[in-house]
């Protein structure tokens, strides 16, 4: 681990430009099936996690936070050829659990956690005609003080959305793509085997945050 | 991309230790519930993987080869709570398309694929009372010279097995557990935007081969 360096050594995807790219907050217009220009989104997020502590327990844990996520320009001005790349660059979300405590939850710097948004190959029968997909490979570090650690996954954890007619898809329901278990390490020991893994975890996007809140 | 460095800079699990563990080829018995000694699998395997070329098409080619996986230790001599890790060290696949030519599948040196055998927090209904999961994070380069690129993953291809009865699973369906689209992207040009999709993977692993036939 090398979280003291200012540069990801695990890339997850293309760097997206931040030079001059304005923030945007609360009171910004999302308007549908229109590729915005770029723009750092500060958004709001909950999500529900399914931890398994092997020979311990699984324990569930609600979290709320915000995250602030820098948009590529569009590769179309049109929506159904638009392509948008993503970096997440920051995120806060806590949860409390009687068992685990406080558990908070950031992204791990050894990582470009980044995605993109897109027209899928595969459209559903219940998305709209020209809905796309949006998804980001995420870098996190679980901060468990009641169990001594910060968990941390060398996996990328996989965040989706379906059927996405807004960019940002601000209010959207999203899962984790975990297919039974992803491995969580003890930061202070990455060499070691897993100590606990992650089995669910289901997200909403909210929406446009004020600056203050964040 | 240093693929030159014979260390690899993104790990995927844990090392599996390499020095005086025996390769195992055919005539290696496999034993149901079982945990082995360490060993060195030499196996067969066949894929069917399909990628989509954005604005180009998708296609669909079946690959056969072989793999070489190092077991360690198992966690416990019982294998109801015996835990195996495990490391891709060597792969070779290939298939043809009449579209994309030939394809070589080997592993990408700058990752240690990695993965785990363990009982799942979540047994199917399907699976016997003691069936183990089986879960590697791979990333790989597939040579395509008539696209002139090498195209490689920057987030693991996860392949599972399901209801393992004995170590290695072998024999066994596989998938890979990708969610609508997969980016891969240009060898020569790794900080670009991804340049094709893998949009899903099946796999069966095969038994144990001869030395001669890998």
Redo the contacts between chains.
Sequence with gaps: MSAATSEP???????VNLDGVPNKYAGTPVVPWTPPEPGIDNLGINSIDTF?VPGVG?YTVAFDGWVRVVRSEP?DSEWAGA?V?TNLIEMKMVGHSEELGTITVTLNPTCLSAG?I?T???PYAGEGPSAK?C?M?VGCIFDVPKMGMKLFN???I?L?IDDVRSIPPAGAPGKG?I???L?LSDMAHP????VA?L?SLRFNMGGYLDKESM
């Design positions: 050594t695990i890339v997850y995807g293309p760097k398994a699984e590769t392509e790349y993109q897109r899928p190959f595969d997909a998804r490979a060398k996996e990328p996989i989706t793509q297919y039974r278990m491995p060499e070691r085997e897993p893994y089995t």
